[in-house]
């Protein structure tokens, strides 16, 4: 056991994510880029595959934490959605919602929503159709 720090023993051990040399559990806890609050700023109703997308060439205010500026750099170059954003800042879906409500109130992003699933075809109509279009001279 090293001395001073209980639970270890001096052995190489595997680097945990979100620390240099892994990709285990973060160094700050996802809640405290949110914040702390349970619920995000705004009305916006945010789906895993919505679609962000940055709005202005000035990043966001210092009112901003590093987190918000993390994502607003990230979605520079392009469009992302909620879920790819999530994977690449290495936070839970729930908090980059947050951090995105946060930066699309303050007019930083856009949320656009996935694209829907297309209606199922109705066949009848279909098949009216081609007799009406067979009918015609």
Do not use: N
């Not at 979605?75 to 947050?98: I, K, N, W, Y």
């Amino acid at each position: 056991m090293t001395p001073g720090r209980p639970g270890t023993s001096g052995a190489a051990t595997t680097p945990e994510p979100g620390t240099p040399g892994g990709r285990g559990r973060r160094l700050v806890p996802a809640y405290l880029a949110t914040g702390g609050r349970e619920r995000p700023r705004g009305t916006a109703d945010f789906d895993r595959l919505t679609v962000l997308v940055s709005t202005d060439q000035q990043p966001p205010e210092m009112d901003f934490g590093p987190e918000h500026r993390r994502l607003w750099t990230l979605l520079r170059p392009g469009a992302l959605t909620v879920v790819e954003c999530a994977a690449h800042l290495g936070l839970p879906v729930s908090a980059t919602v947050f951090l995105a409500a946060d930066l699309v109130g303050g007019g930083h992003l856009l949320a656009r929503s996935p694209v829907p699933k297309a209606e199922a075809i109705d066949r009848t109509l279909i098949e009216r159709l081609l007799v009406g279009l067979r009918a015609l001279p």
